[in-house]
């Protein structure tokens, strides 16, 4: 059979069937080649998907998944109603300029390479082409997303409209800047049993979400240049506000027993600040040890810097009662956590609602600071949460998850022994929404993990390459299999999809 090579005159692309790199792999080499190159200037407009897969007489989903990865990679940037343009700003210039914060000076951009828009700072192009959080996808097996269909939206609408049928003068004006009151101390009752915090309701300020917390606390507490250690891997969405805060990333490494503070004391010892996930590491699941905890303290005391607990989904632990946060190891006195959760993983991500837990000493400027920034927080959602918590909905909520989902957990991982063998190498996790499976030695020999995750991606599945969380090379390769939103035989069909796609 003759080689068949198809081209598009446009963009001198071309596609080699012959060859055994995936045809959307292919694409997105080129593309990406194209815009390192100049070839493809900054702003200049790409053709839709469904017209580059006909000129390359290749499947749409071709170019939608090469699409999708350069989207989320920075490359590219999509306008609603418009179609999809070569970024202003591209991954490499954000570590051209990150690069700059490290060495403690302004670098400028290649004029080259980026387009300015008028008006915008420095910092400014910086946040405006930082890539994006991804799309939820309800596909298998998207990791952190929740259970969605099964979530009491009677009761919750039949709290909404209990409040908002007749709402109170004082729900019609202007809240307090640190939120709902009545939620702030449901919550404050919720994290003395639950999570072991001994917090007052006053040090509870909330906030649109995790990220939005993390941001009021670097904005208050960090000045531009300041270092941060922060884990490596670890959740990528977090570092949005440390580069609109303009602080330095010290990334450091992960091992069994949580973040190495040895080697933050070697490489950054006066860091500002440290941010962890100690309960359930993201996306490895380790659980910090007690020893290194208090190690971890110990250093923040020392170096007069604070500590970001990030507890995103302490509830669901399906061995034992959840472990106490590390913030109820603090010294209330001189205090150095502070702690961040979110609901959108325990109800629902468009629910949108955050809080953080600052010591005694941070209340009134933290307070402030949240009021200068924001005014306050929503005052529509807040009194039904409240109500939701203390009338015990929330917590039934809880329980029913934590069943369905260590049932689920069990299933994907039975799938991967049968289904998977020799290609995955998962193991049990006692927490979480996901769980790692690891690439064995053949199948790393043959692929990376993002090549994998590329593949699951042409067939219509929704994995995260391991690779993707870590600031500089892996020190493994592995899929991230969200389970939780999946139904259980949706697992099985969906893992033995995943084994033809890896086999071939």
């Not at 908002?164 to 009545?182: C, I, V």
Request: proline fraction near 6%; include cysteine.
């Amino acid at each position: 059979m003759a080689d068949r090579r198809l081209s598009t005159p446009l963009l001198a692309l071309d596609l080699d069937r012959k060859s055994k790199m995936p045809l959307h792999r292919q694409l997105y080499d080129q593309i990406r080649e194209a815009v390192l190159t100049g070839r493809l200037a900054p702003g200049a407009r790409l053709p839709s998907s469904r017209t580059l897969a006909s000129e390359l007489g290749c499947s749409r989903n071709t170019a939608v998944t090469a699409f999708d990865q350069l989207l989320s990679e920075g490359y590219l940037a999509g306008q609603v109603g418009s179609g999809t343009y070569i970024s202003h700003v591209l991954p490499e210039d954000l570590l051209s300029l990150s690069g700059a914060h490290r060495r403690g000076r302004q670098q400028d951009v290649p004029e080259q390479k980026v387009a300015r828009r008028r008006g915008l700072s420095k910092r400014g192009e910086v946040l405006a082409a930082f890539p994006r959080g991804r799309r939820i996808s309800t596909r298998a097996f998207a990791p952190g997303v929740p259970e969605l269909d099964l979530f009491p939206f009677d009761v919750w609408a039949r709290l909404l409209g209990r409040v908002w049928r007749r709402p109170s003068e004082a729900l019609k004006r202007h809240g307090d800047h640190a939120g709902y009151e009545p939620l702030r101390r449901a919550i404050a009752d919720y994290l003395r049993t639950a999570r072991g915090l001994a917090c007052d309701w006053r040090q509870i300020l909330i906030t649109s979400g995790a990220q939005q917390g993390l941001d009021l606390v670097a904005r208050t507490l960090l000045d531009p240049g300041d270092p941060v250690w922060f884990e490596n891997p670890g959740y990528t969405g977090l570092r949005g506000p440390l580069f609109a805060a303009g602080a330095e990333a010290v990334p450091l490494p992960v091992d069994e027993e949580g973040i190495s503070v040895a080697a933050g004391r070697a490489r950054s010892p006066q860091a500002r600040m440290a941010i962890v996930a100690p309960s359930h590491q993201y996306p490895l699941g380790i659980t910090m040890s007690l020893a290194r905890r208090l190690e971890l303290l110990a250093w923040a005391r020392e170096a007069d810097a604070w500590i970001v607990e990030d507890d995103y989904d302490s509830e669901y632990r399906y061995e034992g009662r959840p472990l106490s946060a590390l913030q109820s190891l603090d010294d209330a006195d001189n205090g150095r956590v502070v702690y961040l959760g979110s609901f959108s993983k325990v109800m629902f991500p468009s629910l949108r609602l955050g809080y953080i837990v600052v010591p005694e000493d941070l209340i009134e400027p933290m307070g402030c600071a949240r009021g200068t920034l924001d005014d306050h927080p929503t005052a529509i959602t807040q009194p039904a949460l409240a109500a939701f918590i203390s009338e015990g909905h929330f917590a039934a909520h809880v329980r029913r998850m934590r069943v369905l989902y260590a049932a689920r957990q069990a299933v994907l991982l039975e799938a991967i022994r049968t289904d998977l063998e020799g290609l995955l190498d998962a193991q049990p996790d006692e927490a979480g929404l996901h769980i790692v499976a690891y690439l064995s030695k053949d199948l790393a020999r043959r692929m990376s993990d993002q090549e994998a995750a590329d593949r699951a991606a042409a067939a219509g599945l929704a994995v995260s390459p391991l690779s993707r969380y870590y600031d500089g090379k892996p020190d493994r390769c592995g899929l991230m299999l969200g389970y939780a939103a999946v139904p259980e035989d949706e697992i099985r069909l969906a893992v033995k999809k995943l084994a033809r796609v890896l086999s071939d």
